[in-house]
């Protein structure tokens, strides 16, 4: 195993991470505001890919202009999903939303597929196949294209938080009660929080559609991310981006270490391992604030 | 109907507290199992080997599960992974040769060994994680089982269960699979349903209602959590091994794959959390309403030539898995069981509604 491969892998992998990081951005955004953990993010990532390839080749528009439609349509949806579902389970136990999110999520991954039809769909957003040479690695140009994007829409879902609205965000993860005696509306905090979570997964959703093809495995994308949103701490930001490229190199090194010793599958269970190795040493993640439960 | 309460006065504690005061409750469970007992006479090998074992089984393993989310108010994502360790143990200790009792038991010791680990990993944090850690379960069990050939034997490859005896009568033909299942249900169903009144289930109560508070009240959190854990996986392990041996007969890594998991907590929410009647509900309700729902379908598209395409039918079972976790979530979170306990709560009484307590 020499330098140069390790290098390469690494790279590519950082790339990678940063795009399934993407994913982990919205769960961290939900997790901020309402405290629940939403599994269903990998299947409103595969929603948007699924919407943005039927605008794309169903109404025959350009692609820019079907990239923006499914962000849009992808807002609403996530505007809905808290507005029809989730509000409604306010006051109870929150393993009950989360069990909601974990059905709407198999819904989905049978809906979406059963509807535009299982066959792999071709999603072209226009990045060229080609590798980038940068020195003696080689990049992959469409992950390069992808991490890049997706570090810049966490950077900027980041300042987002440093906004006013951003510190509404934050005093109503803080305490409800008391963001809501203040005067900040605490649902439509939460909603908006639903929204751009399900904006940043459809970001995710095309570029990795773009990657591979749209089908139901992209809701598989939801391990990875809650990899790294737990690794990152679930409540942190700048915890995504650092965690997303830890998990990214991991699982890349592994694949290119392991791979040949098991005989192939190793990507799939990194992200697993990862989980289960944050619960043991460190359950708080990197960046996660340690929660003092009231009584 | 009648008033049933009618004329029952319980003199002493224990005939307050046995499992059914209501004679009509005992007559209708007596029946019920007489049904199930003799049933093998009454329907078609079709309907005992397609719907009536898989029945059993399945509900025996979400009453397992719903000890742990019902009884413990534990999620857990990763029963399946619980059921193919029970499974592969008890199929590699039946094809050493020790008798199948023997091997069901350790199947059941081996599956309560790992889960208590993945448990034990998430324990230390709240209910969140503990999903999480099932999860990543389901994922690594899954992945050692089929890249291990010791365990496997490959990939692709699966493992045929031998000819084995259960308590001396030969495990051949329907019928005789049919009532070792029956006699494993029957066994999981008395354990839980006594559970509840012994220290261990109200121990369990507390802690599922607050945790803290139990702790103060000198009930260790941790350790009867953990017990939870060990005893669902136990059960889990078990039904792991009768599936293997009277259902599937022959075992491979994707049959316990994480949608085998999602089936069974779709079972447990539907039917309702910590209802042992709602098991039953749940498993018959998933596993039926998709092929009801199916046919029903089949027969419309068929009937006004809609064009609905084979994609949409092949994936009408997880859209109807979600559905209905969604709805009952959001209308009935304490699920069939809470149904059927209303509409016998109405009868119960009928026509003297005035009664009700």
Redesign the interface.
């Known amino acids: 195993m020499d330098f140069f491969l390790l290098g390469e892998l690494a790279i590519n992998g950082a790339l990678v991470g940063l795009m399934y990081a993407l994913v982990a951005a919205g769960i961290t955004l939900i997790y901020k505001t309402s405290g629940l953990a939403n599994l269903a993010q990998g299947a409103i990532a595969m929603m948007g890919a699924y919407l943005t390839w039927a605008v794309a080749s169903g109404l025959g528009a350009p692609m820019a202009l079907a990239v923006v439609l499914a962000l849009v349509m992808m807002f609403v949806v996530g505007l809905l999903i808290e507005r029809l579902a989730l509000r409604r389970m306010a006051g109870q136990p929150v393993i009950m939303a989360i069990m909601l999110t974990l059905g709407l999520e198999i819904m989905l991954r049978g809906l979406l597929p059963g509807v535009f039809g299982s066959a792999v769909k071709r999603l072209d957003v226009g990045i060229p196949q080609a590798p980038v040479f940068a020195g003696e690695f080689l990049i992959n140009r469409a992950t390069l294209y992808g991490g890049v994007i997706s570090a810049v829409v966490i950077i900027i879902s980041m300042l987002i938080f440093n906004s006013r609205f951003g510190v509404f965000m934050r005093a109503v993860s803080d305490d409800q009660t008391a963001s809501w005696s203040v005067g900040i509306r605490v649902e439509r905090a939460i909603a908006v929080a639903w929204g751009l979570a399900a904006v940043t997964a459809t970001v995710a959703g095309i570029l990795w559609g773009s990657n591979q093809g749209v089908d139901w495995s992209l809701s598989l994308l939801l391990i990875k991310a809650l990899a790294i949103a737990i690794l990152g701490g679930l409540d942190s930001i700048p915890g995504v981006l650092v965690a997303g490229l830890i998990v990214g190199v991991a699982e890349s090194l592994a694949t290119g270490i392991f791979d040949p010793i098991v005989g192939g599958g190793t990507r799939d269970v990194v992200a697993s391992v990862i989980i289960l190795l944050t619960l043991l040493i460190k359950p708080h993640g990197l960046f996660g604030r340690e929660h003092i439960e009231r009584v | 109907m009648f008033y049933r309460r009618a004329g029952i006065r319980h003199t002493t504690y224990r005939s307050e507290r046995q499992l059914w005061p209501l004679p009509f409750d005992r007559t209708l469970v007596a029946l019920i199992f007489a049904l199930l007992v003799v049933a093998p006479l009454l329907v078609g090998d079709l309907y005992l080997a397609g719907y009536l074992l898989p029945w059993v089984i399945w509900s025996t393993a979400a009453l397992g599960l719903n000890f742990l989310m019902g009884g413990a108010?534990q999620?857990h994502?990763g029963y399946g992974a619980v059921m193919a360790i029970g499974a592969y143990t008890s199929v590699h200790l039946v094809r050493a040769g020790t008798p199948l009792e023997i091997a069901m038991i350790g199947g059941g010791l081996a599956s309560a060994a790992i889960g208590i680990v993945?448990g034990a990993?998430?324990l230390?944090?709240?209910?969140?994680?503990l999903?999480?850690?099932t999860?990543?379960?389901?994922?690594?069990v899954d992945?050692v089982i089929?890249?291990v050939p010791a365990i496997s034997g490959g990939?692709q490859a699966t493992i045929q269960v031998p000819p084995v005896r259960f308590l001396g009568v030969p495990v051949v033909g329907n019928a005789a699979t049919y009532y070792m299942a029956l006699a494993v249900g029957t066994i999981v169903t008395l354990f839980m349903l006594n559970i509840k009144r012994t220290s261990l289930g109200r121990a369990l109560a507390a802690v599922r209602e607050k945790d803290?508070a139990a702790e103060v009240i000198g009930v260790g959190t941790l350790r009867y959590k953990l017990l939870a854990f060990w005893i669902s996986s136990f059960i889990g392990g078990v039904v792991g091994a009768v599936l293997a041996v009277c259902y599937l007969r022959s075992v491979s890594p994707d049959q316990f794959h994480i949608e085998l998991s999602?089936q069974l907590?779709?079972m447990v929410?539907v039917g309702g959390l910590g209802s042992i009647l709602g098991s039953f509900f749940g498993a018959a309700l998933i596993l039926f309403a998709p092929i009801v729902f199916n046919n029903i379908i089949g027969g419309l598209s068929d009937a006004l030539a809609l064009p609905i395409?084979t994609?949409?039918r092949?994936?009408?079972?997880?859209?109807?898995?979600?559905?209905?976790?969604?709805g009952f979530?959001?209308w009935e979170?304490l699920g069939l069981a809470k149904i059927y306990a209303n509409v016998r709560d109405y009868f119960l009484v009928w026509p003297f509604r005035h009664a009700r307590r």
């Open positions: 108010g999620i994502l993945f990993a998430a230390r944090v709240k209910g969140l994680y999903a999480m850690a999860l990543a379960m389901q994922y690594i992945f089929s890249h990939t803290y999602i907590v779709a929410i395409s994609d949409l092949a994936h009408v079972p997880l859209v109807l898995y979600g559905a209905l976790i969604i979530l959001l979170p």
